[in-house]
């Protein structure tokens, strides 16, 4: 399992690694964390004449706290950020999901935006930032754009990046008003594998306890992750009660779009989409 | 928590295992490590397709490309070497080590790639030209046997391999007497030992001595031969390096394709030429998938639970081609019953091929998947008649006054107390306790469940399947040997004839070594002869080598015991019972001034032969070959014979959660009690244990060799075969028993397989009790959350 | 075949070499350093056999290209010793609780229980198994390998120093 041969470079800055995308036409295959590309360049299912190492650039790496948002740059290693204290104490459902990223070993080397490029629908970096609406900052020799996640996955794999760009900054939004409660509920068949579903919850309430802000998002049923935005609409202005969540759970059932693999089929992922959100609505009202 | 072993001096003590000093530093020293000058490496071609006509190779590109020395294909093979054997009588079912005309099933290897490196060798894989012919394939067994299915080996006739139903006692009879009866079918889905290093294999001939030596990851009985016949080479033209490091086996690597294959580039291009198997070939490609059984039981009972009587139809579905894999329906003839004393049984192994990767051996050699259809068999009685599964169990188990103990297929039950290890077992569970917080968890609405489980660890590998299952192979030698000897200086050596995957065989030698002869252990040095000199041998399989080399090494060192008491009888001019050897000194007992320390002994042993008894050759050195106890027997008419000789028991006690959506299973408590006679070295047999019972929980929850109807291997990376890792695998109680063997040197059984005979039986029970509230049941491994999931999707959907 | 110079420091040595961009870190350590500890067993980063230390945090070594450690500080099991006879205090409690057995993965488990040690003296059993979930073993069943860990944090803190401590190494 030996990689096809490749030509490497390792730009110093990001404007070089522009320069380099744009001069490859779509030869090239930028390389952060290596966790996801260096297997399948291994069992040559990825074949890049150019490998672009992104590793070295500084101004790639580091969390910063915005106040309303913490910016995570792309190279930011998983293991950094589940152990910054901004993300730990303003994004703590990225922290909760990164718990549930790979292991320690791969948390070490593979890099939040690196999670973001691949777009497995399946990954728990990319559910949790949909769920907070987070915004990608994307870099060409053409210039710079900001993507709404929202936007940013396409398909299984795929995503809103043209070949030419580097993802270079995510940045989180941080709730601010009410009692914020984070739920993240996922089930693979060994405690690290790929999720086969996943569920990513944050709620604000009011001191009443009545839900003020909600977001839902499941990951693994359908071909990208998604927002249930019918099961937030059912629980706005609720204050979780049981009842309440059965009927989300139901919504985000009939809602899923699950495909099949060896491990899963639809009608499973289904199910437990379901009772996914309404363990994460469970654990974030808590 | 080692059983008391009285008597003993280093047996039965906690020892380190000397020669596990060299990994704590990356010591080890396994195929992948090793490089000659001039090494050439291997990379392979598969075939795409399950079944396919193999119309054209054309090897001109890859040829053409940088570092390539050669590309060989099927017909290179079939002209210069001999078929590869098959255990079972099949002379049409021939096998080499690429595909010759025709590959069987999607992975074979159809082209052999040697390069200056594996990189490259892979680089130009991709560019080997194979023109196939598709043709219609199989995968499933029982479509396999159906009228008109595409045969994997036409000039056989069928895809039947080997088909016998025995008739052991009266069953018509037993089963007309009984008050009831159950039938069931058993799945055992396809998985495999899969350890961490892949088979490897580096060979080098040596054209002016005429010598292929071959450094390979093997555990497999009798390998050196059949790489020396298969390469049309004699036995002494073939030198197999038993010191290299085996990164774990149970069973699988026996890479007899991979060897000729390397021995036979070796000898053509004129350089060491070494395959790795990358994990994708290893997978898919290496031929060691293991069992893949579909059992179709009834048994007949009476209402308080007695067993009278048993069938079981067992279909095993080989793969493509058969080697020694059909022997695994064999082996659970010598325990066919189980623990259990059950009066008749009648046994239909089937063994099938399909063009899927082929079998090869799996730890237990098709015990585990046995001791699942049994032990799935008596928690269904339990259910139907609404009695305690312990209780059932109790009532069956053969009793203690009861052995040595005669089942119906021959074999003899040496020892045992099952019932105390059973009560040990619930007992450190606290299985009342258990019982407590299964019954509050369903009360809170959770499903959960006990395990129980009881089987039959069979060890010492008298092999005596094979003229079972092959009348035409009248094999009934199953050997060990050692050789011990003790220099001019005193120090001692001993040396075993085959390899070691981590079962601690140096420290197992050193330590009986030193039982007998009173000297420390850790001072004896063991080593692995090459096949050139080592004696003859069967290699670590079958549980059998505390048995058969722990008795090889005890009785070589009685011999060498013996000559010092002889020269020092003659010293003295005394009888040797009038000596007593303490420490490898001797003194005359009336008179203890008069004594030989060990040093002088070894003096005139080695250097004074004017001292030595008249007759006595210099040196100190022993070997012995051992035959298994109870070996020799060939099967009578009805197929009965006696297999292995000593029995080791093990009863697990499992605590499970069921996630009622989800459907994953979790095991939250778990205790295994076990009998193996005398442990020689506790925390060794225990490690194989630990291990076995992962290996266990990987066949029941996670591992499934999965094929697509398409023929195509799902499950071919790590991606898709999960293995257990420290979160799958609980915390696990041993608590150890001790019924001696009568037949052994120390009262040792074999031990190595334990755990994994037990553990998907008992992963099984726990499930099945946790879903027994909801009337269900599942009799098929893997469950995975899905299958379970799915089961319990639609159990609500009906309700 | 793009050719790259290679400066990397390997268990406290500078190290310079020219490799090919697509060689593995693993293949890097073990072929052309002749460091040999470091395993192969999946080459697709799940089994955990190749794990080294870079730069003091334990990586996957088959999923790094060599050219990839420029500059960086790699320790691989070779390097765990004090000193070229003796054991440290995790190698020798790995070898006292008979926590392995066919050697295989015990490079990877030691660099991942080495690394847990680092930065947590007295690691609870679940933080144990989590620190090694990374790491497959067929053998062991692990056990023994948890028990080890725990015997080495106590004995680094200097906690109920056991029999086993005064055997030494």
């Known amino acids: 399992m030996k990689a096809v041969d490749f030509d490497y470079e390792c730009p110093a800055s990001i404007d070089e690694v522009c320069r380099r995308l744009a001069v490859a036409g779509g030869d090239a295959k930028i390389i952060a964390g290596g966790q996801t590309l260096v297997p399948l360049m291994a069992m040559r299912l990825a074949r890049p004449a150019r490998l672009i190492d992104i590793n070295r650039i500084a101004a790639l790496q580091g969390i910063a706290d915005r106040v309303n948002h913490v910016a995570v740059r792309a190279c930011t290693r998983q293991a950094a950020a589940l152990d910054h204290p901004a993300v730990r104490a303003r994004v703590p459902l990225l922290a909760m999901a990164l718990g549930f990223v790979g292991h320690d070993q791969t948390r070490n080397r593979g890099t939040i935006g690196g999670s973001l490029a691949n777009a497995d629908p399946a990954a728990e970096i990319g559910l949790a930032a949909l769920a907070l609406d987070a915004e990608i900052e994307a870099q060409s020799a053409r210039g710079t754009r900001t993507i709404a996640l929202e936007l940013f996955f396409a398909g299984p794999m795929e995503t809103a990046l043209a070949p030419d760009e580097c993802l270079t900054e995510i940045r989180f939004p941080v709730w601010r008003d009410g009692m914020i409660g984070t739920g993240f509920q996922e089930v693979s068949i060994r405690r690290s594998d790929f999720a086969l579903a996943a569920a990513a919850v944050q709620i604000a309430r009011d001191g009443a306890g009545t839900c003020r802000r909600i977001a839902i998002a499941v990951g693994g049923a359908a071909p990208t992750p998604i927002r249930i935005a019918a099961a937030e609409r059912r629980l706005l202005g609720t204050r979780l009660e049981e009842a309440d969540i059965d009927a989300a759970a139901a919504i985000v059932r009939e809602t899923v779009a699950p495909l099949a693999d060896l491990h899963a089929s639809p009608a499973y992922r289904r199910r437990v989409a379901g009772s996914l959100v309404a363990r994460a609505l469970a654990e974030a009202a808590s | 928590m080692a059983a008391e072993a009285p008597g003993f001096r280093y047996i039965a003590r906690h020892r380190r295992a000397r020669e596990h000093r060299r990994f704590l530093v990356g010591g080890g020293r396994f195929v992948a490590d090793l490089a000659l000058p001039g090494m050439l490496h291997v990379a392979l071609v598969a075939s795409p397709y399950p079944q396919a006509r193999i119309a054209r190779i054309d090897a001109t590109a890859a040829l053409a490309m940088p570092g390539i020395r050669a590309v060989v294909v099927g017909s290179d093979l079939a002209q210069a070497t001999e078929p590869l054997m098959s255990g079972l009588d099949l002379p049409k079912v021939l096998r080499y080590p690429l595909a010759v005309g025709r590959a069987r099933y999607a992975g074979e290897w159809v082209a052999a790639v040697v390069g200056e490196s594996r990189a490259l060798a892979e680089d130009a894989a991709e560019h080997v030209e194979v023109e196939y012919e598709p043709l219609p394939h199989v995968v499933d067994p029982e479509a396999a046997l159906a009228a008109g299915a595409p045969l994997v080996h036409p000039e056989h006739g069928s895809n039947l391999l080997y088909r016998r139903r025995f008739v052991w006692g009266p069953v018509e009879a037993d089963f007309a007497a009984a008050a009831h009866r159950i039938a069931y079918r058993a799945r055992w889905h396809r998985s495999a030992t899969v350890p961490i290093e892949t088979f490897g294999v580096l060979a080098r001939w040596d054209a002016a001595a005429r010598l292929l030596d071959v450094w390979a990851s093997i555990q497999m009985p ?215 917080r299964r019954d509050r968890a369903r009360a809170e609405g959770r499903l959960a469940g006990i395990g129980i489980a009881c089987c039959l660890e069979p060890s010492g590998g008298n092999s005596s399947f094979e003229p079972l299952l092959n009348p035409k192979n009248e094999t009934t030698t199953w050997m060990e040997s050692c050789q011990v000897k003790i220099d001019l200086g005193g120090a001692i050596v001993a040396a075993m004839g085959t390899s070691s995957a981590g079962q601690g065989h140096e420290t197992l030698v050193a330590t009986v070594v030193g039982e007998i002869l009173e000297r420390d252990p850790d001072t004896v040095r063991v080593v692995h002869a090459d096949s050139l000199w080592a004696l003859p041998s069967n290699s670590p399989v079958g549980s059998r080598m505390a048995i058969m080399l722990g008795g090889a090494a005890a009785s070589a060192s009685r011999k060498l015991k013996a000559s010092l008491m002889a020269i020092a009888a003659h010293q003295f001019d005394v009888a040797s019972d009038a000596l007593v050897y303490r420490g490898g000194d001797i003194a005359v007992a009336v008179d203890p001034g008069r004594r030989l320390a060990w040093a002088d002994l070894v003096e005139i042993a080695h250097r004074k032969f004017h001292l030595l008894p008249p007759g006595m050759e210099p040196g100190l050195q022993a070997m012995h070959v051992e035959e298994v106890p109870g070996g020799g027997t060939l099967p009578d008419a009805d197929g009965r014979v006696p297999m292995y000789p000593c029995y080791a028991f093990e009863a697990h006690v499992v605590y499970a959660e069921l996630d009622r959506v989800t459907g994953q299973t979790r095991l939250l408590n778990y205790v295994c009690g076990h009998d193996c006679g005398v442990m020689i070295n506790p925390d060794i047999v225990h490690g194989m244990t630990y291990g076995g019972i992962a290996h266990g929980i990987g066949a029941a929850l996670y591992e499934r060799f999965a094929y697509d109807a398409n023929g195509q291997l799902v499950s071919g990376s790590f991606m898709d075969y999960l293995l257990p890792s420290s979160h799958e695998v609980p915390a696990i109680t041993i608590v150890d028993h001790c019924t001696p063997s009568p037949l052994t040197s120390f009262g040792q059984k074999g031990s190595g397989e334990a755990g994994y005979l037990g553990a998907p039986a008992a992963v099984a029970s726990a499930v099945n009790d946790a879903l027994e509230p909801l009337g269900l049941h599942i009799a098929e491994l893997p469950m995975t959350p899905l299958a379970i999931g799915d089961l319990l999707a639609r159990s609500e959907e009906g309700a | 075949m793009s050719q790259h110079e290679l400066t990397v420091t390997v268990n406290g040595v500078c190290r310079r070499a020219r490799v090919a961009a697509r060689l593995t870190l693993v293949d890097f350590l073990r072929d052309e350093l002749h460091l040999t500890g470091t395993h192969v067993g999946c080459e697709h980063g799940v089994c955990g056999a190749c794990s080294v230390l870079l730069d003091g945090r334990p990586v996957r070594s088959c999923l790094l290209f060599a050219v990839q450690a420029e500059g960086a500080a790699i320790v691989t099991i070779e390097g765990l010793s004090p000193d070229p006879e003796g054991l440290g205090i995790l190698q020798d409690s790995f070898w006292e609780t008979h926590a392995q057995q066919c050697g295989y993965c015990t490079p990877g488990m030691l660099i991942a229980a080495h690394a847990l040690l680092q930065r947590n003296a007295d690691p609870s059993e679940a933080e144990i198994r989590d620190a090694i979930s990374g790491n497959l073993c067929r053998c062991t069943g692990y056990q023994q390998i948890v028990e080890a860990v725990a015997l080495a944090a106590r004995r680094l803190r200097g906690v109920n120093v056991t029999e086993a401590d005064e055997h030494g190494g």
């Not at chain 2, 030429?273 to 031929?287: H, T």
């Not at chain 2, 079981?312 to 019953?337: C, E, N, S, T």
């Not at chain 2, 799996?362 to 609404?386: M, Y």
């Open chain 2, 222 to 436: 009798k390998f050196p031969d059949q790489l020396a016949r298969a390469l049309r080479l004699p036995g002494n033209g073939v030198r197999t390096h038993f010191d290299v490091d085996v990164g774990g086996s149970y069973g699988g690597k026996r890479g007899l394709k991979h060897g000729v294959l390397v021995g036979y580039l070796s000898r053509r291009l004129g350089a060491p030429v070494r395959l790795i198997e990358d994990r994708l070939e290893n997978l898919r490609g290496g031929d060691a998938h293991g069992p893949d059984r579909i059992f179709d039981v009834e048994m007949a009972f009476d209402g308080d639970g007695t067993v009278r009587s048993m069938t079981m139809r067992a279909l095993d579905d080989v793969g493509a081609y058969a080697g020694r894999a059909p022997f695994q329906l064999g082996k659970p003839v010598g325990a066919i019953v189980g623990p259990y004393r059950i009066a008749s049984v009648a046994y239909e192994p089937i063994s099938v091929t399909t063009n899927k990767t082929p079998e090869e051996a799996v730890r237990g050699f098709g015990q585990s998947p046995t001791n699942f259809a049994i032990e799935t068999g008596i928690d269904l009685i339990a259910r139907r008649l609404g009695m305690d599964r312990v209780a059932v169990r109790r009532r069956n188990l053969i009793r203690r006054d009861e052995f040595p103990y005669r089942i119906p297929s021959g074999s003899t039950y040496d020892s045992g107390d099952y019932h105390a290890v059973l009560d040990k077992a619930l007992a450190a569970a606290d299985h009342d306790a258990l019982v407590r």
